[in-house]
C-alpha cells in the first residue's frame, strides 16, 4: 500500500497524470458597443486604456464587436509567447471559423477580452452558436480548453 501511494505521488508530480495548466474559470460571451471601453483617461491622453485585461480583436482599429471575456488561471510557469486559438460556428453557417491571437500567459490569474469586430461579426442581435477556447504554447501542448455545451455532442 505505502509503495502504490509512493508511486502515485511520483508519477503526479512527474506529469504523467497531470491535469491541463490553465483552468478557464469563466467565459461570457456577450457584445460590446465601442463606447463602452472608453475611460476617462482616453480624453487625457488619446490612448485606449484596457486596464487589467488582455485585449484582443480580429480588427484592432474597431472597438464594437462580439466578445468572450474569458477569466483564466494559469497553475504552470509563464508562457511569453503563446497563442490563444477562438473557434466560433456562427448562425449563417455550420463551418467554424478560427481566429489565432498571440499572447503572453503570465503565471496566475488573467483576464483575456477576446472580440469579434468589424466584418467578423454581424451585429448585436447575433449570437454564436457554438464556440471553443484554447491557449496554446509555443511548443504546440495544449494548456487549456474552454468551450460551450453545443461544441460538440456530449459522451454516451
Request: net charge positive.
Amino acid at each position: 500500500m505505502r509503495l502504490a501511494l509512493t508511486l502515485a505521488l511520483l508519477l503526479g508530480s512527474a506529469g504523467i497524470s497531470r491535469a491541463a495548466e490553465v483552468e478557464f474559470v469563466r467565459v461570457w460571451p456577450g457584445w460590446r458597443d465601442a463606447a463602452s471601453f472608453e475611460r476617462i483617461s482616453e480624453y487625457f491622453d488619446g490612448k485606449e486604456n484596457s486596464g487589467s485585461q488582455a485585449l484582443l480583436r480580429s480588427h484592432p482599429e474597431i472597438r464594437a464587436g462580439f466578445y468572450f471575456l474569458a477569466r483564466a488561471a494559469n497553475s504552470g510557469a509563464a508562457q511569453p509567447s503563446a497563442k490563444l486559438i477562438l473557434s466560433v460556428i456562427k448562425p449563417a453557417s455550420p463551418r467554424a471559423l478560427v481566429y489565432t491571437f498571440p499572447i503572453v500567459l503570465p503565471a496566475g490569474e488573467t483576464v483575456f477580452n477576446v472580440g469579434l469586430t468589424g466584418d467578423d461579426w454581424a451585429g448585436p442581435k447575433v449570437h454564436p452558436v457554438a464556440w471553443k477556447i484554447e491557449i496554446v504554447a509555443t511548443d504546440g501542448r495544449l494548456l487549456g480548453v474552454q468551450k460551450s455545451f453545443l461544441w460538440e455532442k456530449p459522451d454516451k
